[in-house]
C-alpha cells in the first residue's frame, strides 16, 4: 500500500513539473515574440523617419533650385521688381474655361487666365482657330472658335520694356453644338389629351446640359395628321416654329385616338449652323 502512495506521489510530482517546464517554454516563446514585434515596429518607425527626413531635404534643394531660376528669369526678362515681389515663372499660365473643358464652335467660350506674379491688364492670348478677346481687366476672355478639331490657346506677358513674351500655352478640344430636341408642350413625343393639343401654338427647339441659354431657331417642319378611324393623311408644311394656316386647324381638331407626326424640322442655331434634327409624334389621349 506505501509503494502505491509513492508510485502516485512521484506520478504527480512529475506532472507538476512537466507542467512548470511547458509553462516556462510558453513565456519564453512570448517574450521573444514581443520582443520582435517592438524590434520590428522600431524598424518601421525608424524606417519611416528617414524618409521623412529625406523629404524634408529634396523639398529644401527644390525650393532652392526653383528661387536660383526664377532669379535668373527675373533678371533675363527684366523683371526683377517690375510688378510685384512674387516669383514670376514665365512656364507657369492658368487657363481654365468657365464651363468645361471643350470649346464650341460658334459660340463664346470664356476663359480664365492668370499668370502669377502678373497683373491681368499685362496678360494677352491667340487661339489657333478663330479668335479671343479680353472681357475687360479681371482675367476673363472670350474665345470663339471657327472649326472642330484640337485648338491652342497661347498666354503672352508684356515686359516692362513694352515688349511680349509667350508664358505658356493649353490645348482643348473644339466641337460643334448638340442638335435639340423639338417640343409641343414640354414633351419630345408621346401622348397628349386633346385640350392641351388644342392650345398649342408651335413647336419649340430645346437644347439640354448646355451651358448657354442656347436657343435654336425653329425655321420650318411638316405635319402628318391622321384623324381616328380615317385611312387618310392631311399633310401640311409651315415655313415657321408656329402652327398656321391649315395646319392650324388640324391641331384644333385633336381628339381622342388622333396621330400627329411633326417630320422634316429644320433649325438655325447661334452659331450659325442649319440642322434638320429628330422627328417627334403624339397620340391624343
Not at 513674351?165 to 401622348?191: N, T
Request: charged share 20%; net charge positive.
Amino acid at each position: 500500500m506505501s509503494q502505491e502512495k509513492n508510485s502516485a506521489l512521484v506520478i504527480s510530482v512529475g506532472i507538476v513539473i512537466a507542467g512548470i517546464i511547458i509553462l516556462s517554454v510558453y513565456f519564453l516563446f512570448s517574450d521573444v515574440s514581443r520582443v520582435n514585434t517592438l524590434e520590428s515596429q522600431n524598424k518601421q518607425k525608424q524606417e519611416v523617419i528617414a524618409n521623412l527626413n529625406l523629404l524634408i531635404e529634396m523639398q529644401a534643394e527644390e525650393i532652392s533650385n526653383l528661387k536660383t531660376r526664377n532669379k535668373i528669369l527675373r533678371q533675363d526678362y527684366g523683371m526683377m521688381n517690375a510688378y510685384s515681389d512674387h516669383i514670376y515663372v514665365p512656364s507657369f499660365v492658368l487657363i481654365s474655361p468657365t464651363f468645361m473643358n471643350i470649346l464650341y464652335v460658334g459660340m463664346p467660350n470664356y476663359l480664365e487666365i492668370a499668370v502669377p506674379g502678373i497683373p491681368s491688364n499685362k496678360i494677352y492670348a491667340t487661339i489657333t482657330s478663330g479668335s479671343i478677346s479680353k472681357k475687360g481687366n479681371n482675367g476673363e476672355f472670350s474665345a470663339f472658335v471657327s472649326k472642330r478639331g484640337r485648338i491652342t490657346v497661347t498666354v503672352l506677358v508684356e515686359l516692362p520694356d513694352g515688349s511680349k513674351k509667350i508664358a505658356g500655352s493649353r490645348e482643348f478640344r473644339a466641337r460643334a453644338l448638340d442638335d435639340p430636341f423639338a417640343q409641343i408642350d414640354g414633351k419630345s413625343g408621346g401622348s397628349i389629351t386633346a385640350a392641351r393639343m388644342r392650345i398649342q401654338r408651335g413647336i419649340f427647339a430645346i437644347m439640354y446640359n448646355s451651358p448657354w441659354c442656347t436657343k435654336f431657331t425653329v425655321k420650318s417642319f411638316r405635319l402628318v395628321y391622321r384623324p381616328l378611324g380615317s385611312a387618310e393623311t392631311i399633310n401640311s408644311k409651315v415655313t415657321s416654329a408656329l402652327f398656321v394656316g391649315p395646319m392650324q386647324d388640324c391641331i384644333k381638331s385633336a381628339q381622342i385616338g388622333d396621330l400627329y407626326f411633326f417630320t422634316d424640322i429644320k433649325v438655325k442655331g447661334p452659331d450659325g449652323s442649319n440642322r434638320t434634327i429628330q422627328s417627334i409624334a403624339f397620340e391624343i389621349i
